[in-house]
């Protein structure tokens, strides 16, 4: 969890702007007309402040991709790269 960004995972699903510190952009777990998804780097989360759905850096993978825990953890060590022990 400390070597993610949880901007950079939520990036690869959700196209994010810049707002001061914190992000915004459409949610993608229901139909979002406006700008309700929110990720904050600082607090390492992305909640949705319309459904409610959003997770951090291991559990959004796995909600929007619908993958297991391990599943997820190899994915983002894939993605960062870094090595894990079978």
Known sequence: MDSTKIEEVVGEFVTLKKRGGNYIGLCPFHNDPHPSFFVSPTRGI?????????????????????????????????????????
């Open 46 to 86: 992305c909640p949705c402040f319309t459904c409610g759905q959003g997770g951090n850096a291991i559990n959004f993978p796995m909600e929007i991709e619908q993958i297991t825990h391990p599943d997820s953890l190899r994915w983002l060590a894939n993605k960062i790269p870094i090595g894990i022990k079978e």
